[in-house]
């Protein structure tokens, strides 16, 4: 059984690392593995999710009983692994919040802020408009 290095990005957690896997590991199993690598924690119940798996080289998706192998994943491909919850699988009811002393903090909000939010009072009439590759992007100096 040979054993490749893939780079994944683990979309639950925005988390990219490499690992070194068997090429003949179908995907199902793959995005089993990967969850647990990124959640810290072995699945309590894996029946309660499917895993997506998609190579960017081959830009495709992976069939879940298909292995690395057979769907031409090659040593240094990138992985997206995605986790969903199966339909019809129930999810835990989020916790009541009781009411309580409100702590007391910064005076209301001005409208369109968010708390914890703020302006960078940045004068975007001053940028300095350069070219990439198929795309525009602005370069400012800051400070």
Same mark, same amino acid.
């Given at each position: ?41 072995? =699945? ?23 292995? =690395? ?13 995605? +986790? ?45 408009? +350069? ?13």
């Amino acid at each position: 059984m040979a054993r490749i290095m893939v780079s994944v990005y683990y979309q639950p957690t925005g988390e990219s690392k490499d690992f070194e896997i068997p090429d003949r590991m179908c995907a199902s199993d793959f995005g089993q593995k990967i969850a647990e690598a990124f959640e810290g924690k072995i =699945l309590s119940d894996p029946n309660r999710f499917w895993f997506q798996v998609q190579s960017v080289s081959l830009a495709k998706f992976l069939r879940a009983d298909e292995t =690395l192998k057979a769907s031409g994943v090659w040593d240094g491909d990138t992985l997206i692994v995605s +986790k969903h919850l199966k339909e019809g699988t129930l999810i835990s009811p989020a916790p009541v919040l009781q009411a309580g002393p409100v702590a007391a903090g910064p005076g209301p909000q001005a409208p369109g802020q968010a708390a914890g939010w703020s302006e960078l009072n940045i004068d975007v009439h001053k940028e300095e408009r +350069k070219s990439g590759v198929g795309r525009t992007f602005i370069w400012k100096k800051m400070g």
